[in-house]
């Protein structure tokens, strides 16, 4: 479920999370999760990098169709 915080973020040597599917939905529209971040859902199991997860492609794709902000001057 989407209110559930099942997701992980791995920076390093660092472990973010929990976090909801929201939390990571919105990181990525602002910028704070990029597709080569490595995540994973659950405690168990393997990182991979985000825009591999299908929940997320949507969120991907809408970011890289945005103009960037030097084209909108």
């Known amino acids: 479920m989407a209110g559930e915080k099942t997701w992980f973020i791995k920076i390093e040597d660092s ?4 976090f909801t599917v929201d939390n990571l939905q919105e990181m990525i529209r602002t910028g704070e999760l990029s597709g080569d971040d ?3 859902q659950h405690d168990f199991g393997a990182y991979s990098r985000a825009d591999t997860f299908e929940t997320f492609l949507s969120e991907f ?7 960037h902000r030097e084209d909108l001057s």
């Open 15 to 18: 472990v973010l999370g929990p």
């Open 38 to 40: 490595l995540v994973k």
């Open 61 to 67: 794709s809408k970011r890289n169709t945005r103009p």
